[in-house]
Nanobody, 115 residues
Framework: QVQLVESGGGLVQPGGSLLLSCAASGSIFSIYAMGWYRQAPGKQRELVAIFTRGSSTKYADSVKGRFTISRETANNKVYLQMNSLKPEDTAVYYC?????????WGQGTQVTVSS
C-alpha cells in the first residue's frame, strides 16, 4: 500500500508564495509520473504540474512562469513552489502518483489566496 502525505498549504495574500511538499511511502518499484493537481469549488480537478517518465515536466498554462515543480527522486518526494499567487489559484491541491501498482492520491491540502 502506498501513502502520499502532503503539507504546506494555507492562507496567503495575492502575490505571495507557498511551498507544497508531498512524500510517498510504501513498496514502490517504479514511478511513472508524480506531481500535483488541484480542484477549486464547483470545478473539475485539473493538472497543475507533473514529472513524467524521463524527468520531463508539464505545467498548466495558467501557472507557467509562476510555479516550479521539483523532486527528491531517492526519497520519493515532490515539491511545488508557488510564487506570485493569485486568487484564482485558490483550490485544494492534491499530490498524484502513477506507479507500478496503479494511481494514488494524497488527501489534499487547501491553498487560499485572499487579501
Amino acid at each position: 500500500q502506498v501513502q502520499l502525505v502532503e503539507s504546506g498549504g494555507g492562507l496567503v495574500q495575492p502575490g505571495g508564495s507557498l511551498l507544497l511538499s508531498c512524500a510517498a511511502s510504501g513498496s514502490i518499484f517504479s514511478i511513472y509520473a508524480m506531481g500535483w493537481y488541484r480542484q477549486a469549488p464547483g470545478k473539475q480537478r485539473e493538472l497543475v504540474a507533473i514529472f513524467t517518465r524521463g524527468s520531463s515536466t508539464k505545467y498548466a498554462d495558467s501557472v507557467k512562469g509562476r510555479f516550479t515543480i521539483s523532486r527528491e527522486t531517492a526519497n520519493n518526494k515532490v515539491y511545488l513552489q508557488m510564487n506570485s499567487l493569485k486568487p484564482e489559484d485558490t483550490a485544494v491541491y492534491y499530490c498524484n502518483l502513477n506507479w507500478n501498482g496503479g494511481t494514488s492520491w494524497g488527501q489534499g491540502t487547501q491553498v487560499t489566496v485572499s487579501s
